[in-house]
T-cell receptor, first 114, second 112 residues
Framework: NAGVMQNPRHLVRRRGQEARLRCSPMKGHSHVYWYRQLPEEGLKFMVYLQKENIIDESGMPKERFSAEFPKEGPSILRIQQVVRGDSAAYFC????????????FGQGTRLTVV | GESVGLHLPTLSVQEGDNSIINCAYSNSASDYFIWYKQESGKGPQFIIDIRSNMDKRQGQRVTVLLNKTVKHLSLQIAATQPGDSAVYFCAENGNAGNMLTFGGGTRLMVKP
């Protein structure tokens, strides 16, 4: 049973470009969470999605950031017009049900904006 | 606001000694807690969890203690090994939907 798969592992974008980060949850998991981690810091919640639904996006910046989890295919975190401050590691986690169960994390995508 | 925090940012221990990593939380509604281990360049790895109806839970070489009175969580690692060197995060779930709130992390360094 493959774990949470994220790609790409490393992504370099110039300022103003778009970044697309992909996350395939573990088999049988229908809940996906995106977190952002700056160097030497903890993980900050961004968004919680179920298939075709955004459940909680309270951690998402109001502009340039969006997320989706379509009926088919991976979850996508999209960052438009990237700026240097977007450079971070972005982690995806998945769980089989929504509440009080362990969440399994992927290896992350390290975004560098130059 | 509600937060989860750690007392010690860096902990250095001798190989073979026991390690204790502490965490304070402030959300009294939290009823589920997890410890994660994160090695350099990798994603967080689940270590052990505990629910609020328990005060202690043991795994292989690890024990988590929960003191709800003072809102304190600790992770004990027995016979610490070089492979235990990593950053350890506590996380709590005080809300529906498994949205975890993470502490800032403690770096554990194991000296041979």
């Amino acid at each position: 049973n493959a774990g949470v798969m994220q790609n790409p592992r490393h992504l370099v974008r110039r300022r103003g470009q778009e970044a697309r980060l992909r996350c395939s949850p573990m088999k049988g998991h229908s809940h996906v969470y995106w977190y952002r981690q700056l160097p030497e810091e903890g993980l900050k919640f961004m968004v919680y999605l179920q298939k075709e639904n955004i459940i909680d996006e309270s951690g998402m910046p109001k502009e340039r950031f969006s997320a989706e989890f379509p009926k088919e295919g991976p979850s996508i975190l999209r960052i438009q017009q990237v700026v240097r401050g977007d450079s971070a590691a972005y982690f995806c986690a998945s769980s089989p049900i929504g509440s009080n169960t362990e969440a399994f994390f992927g290896q992350g995508t390290r975004l560098t904006v130059v | 606001g509600e937060s989860v925090g750690l007392h010690l940012p860096t902990l250095s221990v001798q190989e073979g000694d026991n390690s204790i990593i502490n965490c304070a939380y402030s959300n009294s509604a939290s009823d589920y807690f997890i410890w994660y281990k994160q090695e350099s360049g990798k994603g967080p790895q689940f270590i052990i969890d505990i629910r609020s109806n328990m005060d202690k839970r043991q795994g292989q070489r690890v024990t988590v203690l929960l003191n709800k009175t003072v809102k304190h969580l600790s992770l004990q690692i027995a016979a610490t090994q070089p492979g235990d060197s990593a950053v350890y995060f506590c996380a709590e779930n005080g809300n529906a939907g498994n949205m975890l709130t993470f502490g800032g992390g403690t770096r554990l360094m194991v000296k041979p």
